[in-house]
């Protein structure tokens, strides 16, 4: 954790272990619209940025990789960071304990994370998450929901259908019969539909 911190007016204060001038702060959280010097780790509603979300896969995705799991999705939430693990012949709960042991100890060197938070790992269940090319390929023929970052022209942002293609630009559905294309930059969130 940083020993300086900005407040949004621009001034500089010092944070002592428990938190900002000594005191700790409540929820595991900084108060609201408090910012880290450099970028802000927290968005308006207790939301973390897509940045620390991004920095994060960076780091744990090889560790994963290299324990023999590929890492499906990282979520974060107020003091939470959750990662889901797959492998070809399932994970178990001593997988997760593995992937636990060896995370946490590169969180603890790397510290990217400003806040007091609660590492949980687990597999990714039925309705998993599309989050790459690859997770897409993997699961042509399946059934899929889709939300859009932003509504078409006709306002449908939410899709539910059958994965019929992917490709370089994007994936194909097949909804109600009728094909819909879909760019990947287009696509906001996407898992299983079982």
Not at 174 to 186: L, N
């Amino acid at each position: 954790m940083r020993d300086r911190r900005v407040c949004p007016q621009g001034r500089t204060r010092s944070v002592g272990p428990g938190g900002l001038d000594g005191s700790n702060w409540s929820r595991g959280k900084p108060p609201r619209g408090f910012c880290f010097l450099g970028e802000s780790f927290w968005a308006e509603g207790g939301e973390m940025t897509g940045t620390l979300r991004e920095r994060l896969i960076a780091l744990i995705e090889p560790v994963v990789a290299d324990l023999g799991f590929e890492l499906v999705e990282l979520e974060l939430a107020p003091g939470v960071v959750r990662l889901f693990i797959d492998h070809s012949d399932g994970v178990r709960v001593e997988n997760c304990e593995r992937v636990s042991r060896e995370v946490s100890a590169l969180l603890d060197v790397e510290d990217p994370i400003p806040t007091a938070y609660r590492l949980e790992v687990s597999s990714p269940g039925l309705d998993r998450v599309l989050r790459t090319r690859a997770h897409f390929e993997r699961f042509v023929g399946e059934r899929v929901w889709i939300e859009l970052k932003v509504p078409r022209a006709q306002g449908r942002r939410r899709y539910t259908g059958r994965l019929a293609a992917v490709d370089d630009e994007g994936i194909r559905l097949v909804v109600d019969e009728q094909p819909v294309s879909m760019a990947f930059g287009e696509i906001g969130k996407a898992k299983l539909a079982p």
